[in-house]
């Protein structure tokens, strides 16, 4: 019993590693200053989609954050206390993310759903140029984000008859439910703005 275990602490230490490892990787493709933040609590509330991090004021951590896991866009710091942090994700109802198509630049608003695999594009016409497959990335518009950050794949177009706007649904790249540790950016432009020294406890509100 004991040497087993030893190899399921040796399995889980293991894999531990490899996510550090796939994080990163994945700050060198990023360019930006980057702190690796661990998750520590999750939001029961059904109606809302929150995770609680490790890192805070203490670690200049700032409100309006961008958090990304070894793959894509999770969500944004909401609230910052000394030693931790609260980050709403992107599938949260009440988070708006500005997008565009990597295949041609379309831009759009990536939605949250209240479902942790979804993500909704409204307000694009039904003859807008998106499709199936399509890679979603951030725009850079809002100023939280900076551009070019993978956020979704389309998984369907539906054009409805005689309504202005196609229905498109898209499927976080991030591994939302699964994630243990987490990527805290901090853009070359935050920096010259000053964001790693905000200190504040309010909510942030969701990018335009």
Known sequence: LKLKARLQQFEALQAENMRLRDLLDSSYKIGDRVLIAELVGVDLD???????????RHSRVFSGQPVLDADAVMGQVTQVNALNAIVVLITDSSHALPIQVLRNGLRGIAMGTGIIDQLKIPHLPNNADIQVGDKLVTSGLGGHFPPGYPVAEVVSVEHQPGEPFARIT????????R?????????????????EEEDTGAPADAAQ
Do not use: C, T
């Not at 059904?46 to 805070?56: M, T, V, Y």
């Open 46 to 56: 059904p109606f809302k989609q929150q995770i609680l991090i490790n890192k805070g």
């Open 170 to 177: 898209a499927r976080p790249l991030a591994h939302l439910d």
């Open 179 to 195: 994630v243990h540790e987490v990527l805290l950016v901090w853009s070359y432009e935050q920096k010259l703005a000053g964001g």
